[in-house]
């Protein structure tokens, strides 16, 4: 894999997702960026965002987003940079976390 990854590290960013899984995006691209488009479409200003997110492919949206949720079973890495940690996805992480932000 290490041999691949080089090959290719001028093109790809290569996460580690933990376990054995690695993700791979064109060099530039993420969730933020992808956050970034629509937030451009919609008129919504970044500040005014929330990500919720449980892997370390997750982080680069976690970071951009005006608020970071981490599920109660991220990784460790997601768990020490998010501002919130909701309930994992089996006990209703993702509704909890919406109530937390008084979405619903």
Not at 39 to 68: F, Q, R, V
Request: hydrophobic share 40%.
């Amino acid at each position: 894999m290490e041999r691949f990854i080089d090959r290719f590290s001028d093109r790809l960013e290569v996460i580690d997702r933990e376990h054995g899984y690695y993700e791979m995006l064109l060099k530039g691209y993420s969730k933020a960026t992808g956050m970034d488009h629509i937030c451009e479409y919609l008129g919504i200003p970044l500040s005014e965002t929330a990500a919720i997110g449980d892997s370390n492919n997750d982080l680069a949206m976690l970071e951009h987003a005006g608020i970071s949720i981490g599920m109660g079973n991220s990784s460790e890495e997601v768990l020490r940079r998010v501002d919130h940690v909701t309930d994992t996805l089996e006990r209703d992480g993702v509704y909890k976390a919406l109530q937390w932000l008084k979405v619903i």
